[in-house]
């Protein structure tokens, strides 16, 4: 059985080695994304060091390289019986999956994709939080008053 990277849906050491090393289909996909990068994806994925791994330029990659090789596993000798959808970084793996991008294209841009946004968040620091339970206006009201110590507000809802 193939385990998921974490139950939060992120990235952790180990993550991908026992479908690579189930599956030759995952272990070439795994070798391919780490061909098309120029690094060892697939060794900081399965060793670490964990720092390393979820820096965002390669986390983001990690996460898709997951999904491909998962795939490429389900995939093989099925006639192209899966489908899949996905909803921001999730879209990339759809894409390999509906085979309108190989995986290691797919982790080009995903790569770069982690790139950007880890140099957007140091450029301009910040965070975000999940908030559950509460009515927009609750909400909307918080933002406003945490407001006075800097800029907050409502990304969704």
Known sequence: M??????????????????????????????AID?????????????????????????QPAILAHSA????????GNG?????????LGEYSAYVTAAALDAPEAAKLVRRRGELM????EERPGMMAAVLGLATAQ???????ASRQGSVAV???
């Open 69 to 76: 090789a998962v795939f490429a596993a389900l995939g093989t």
């Open 80 to 88: 192209g019986g899966i489908g899949a959808a996905g909803h921001s």
């Open 139 to 145: 909400v909307e009201a918080a933002c406003k008053e």
């Open 2 to 31: 193939v385990q998921p990277c974490s139950p939060a849906g992120g990235i952790e050491i180990g993550c991908g080695e026992g479908p690579a090393a189930a599956f030759p289909a995952a272990r070439d996909t795994f070798q």
């Open 155 to 157: 990304a969704a809802n």
């Open 118 to 121: 880890q140099k957007a968040g």
């Open 35 to 59: 061909e098309a990068l120029g690094v060892a994806l697939s060794k900081v994925m399965f060793e670490g060091p964990e720092d390393e791994l979820t820096a965002t330029h390669n986390a």
